[in-house]
């Protein structure tokens, strides 16, 4: 199955800075490159994705930068507001299944 | 915008008994995912349905986990007999076709077992 690596594990940013969290994964025929945000007590939800014939993906705040040669993608959230504050997720998928990594808690400090 | 349905909310049960998790996905999703969440970790895949059929059931533990989708919409989780490191969230989640596209989520059953 897929190995699924999250780094860091947990990360505190001032208002205002950026963040970034980086995915690793084993399986070189993953294709589907996504991040879902948890907020405490609530149900993950996907933020932004990228397929694998992409290398960058904005949606306004948020970023994924996908480099399949060294099998890693990161999520990039820049103007940091408390409201970014949750756990993060990576998922790599394919043909085979889809695994969630560990998990980034991320803290804005205000 | 439609939403991932399940129930119940919370669910509190002594070790040995049976429970039993529902989940109703989105309309038209052909693909039901059963993931369990222990607090802190990330969601670890029980049971993967493409409409009706099991596609993938690796990580279920058969000598007590049982899942079903019938008529290829909603489906059921069952556990019996619960076991104390059963405690956790369950997590229903649909897609319209497979698993690489974006996944719903339901708010999921919390589950304690005394």
């Known amino acids: 199955g897929e190995n699924v690596e999250q780094h860091p594990s947990t990360l505190s940013v001032q208002e205002g800075d950026s963040a970034v969290i980086k995915c690793t994964y084993s399986?070189?025929?993953?294709?589907?490159f996504p991040w879902y945000k948890q907020e405490l007590g609530k149900r993950p939800q996907l933020i932004i994705d990228?397929?694998?014939?992409?290398g960058e993906k904005k949606d306004q705040r948020i970023a994924v930068t996908l480099n399949k040669t060294a099998k890693h993608f990161s999520l990039h959230i820049t103007e940091t507001q408390p409201e970014d504050s949750a756990v993060y997720f990576c998922?790599?998928?394919?043909?085979?299944?889809?695994?969630f990594g560990a998990g980034t808690t991320v803290t804005v400090r205000a | 915008e439609a939403e991932v349905a399940q129930s119940p909310r919370y669910k509190i049960t002594e070790k040995s008994q049976a429970v039993a998790f529902w989940c109703d996905p989105i309309?038209?999703?052909?693909?039901l995912y059963w993931y369990r969440q222990i607090l802190g970790q990330g969601p670890e895949l029980l049971v993967q349905?493409?409409?009706?059929?099991?596609?993938?059931d690796s990580q279920l533990p058969k000598d007590r986990f049982s899942a079903e989708r019938l008529k290829g919409v909603d489906s059921t989780l069952k556990i019996q007999p619960a076991e104390l490191g059963d405690s956790a969230m369950y997590l229903c989640?649909?897609?319209?076709?497979?698993?690489?596209?974006?996944?719903?989520f339901g708010s999921g059953t919390q589950l304690s077992v005394l």
């Open positions: 309309s038209g999703h052909a693909t």
């Open positions: 998922a790599p998928s394919g043909d085979y299944k889809l695994s």
């Open positions: 349905f493409q409409d009706e059929s099991v596609v993938d």
């Open positions: 989640a649909s897609s319209l076709f497979g698993q690489d596209e974006k996944l719903f």
């Open positions: 399986d070189s025929a993953s294709n589907y």
């Open positions: 990228i397929r694998s014939n992409v």
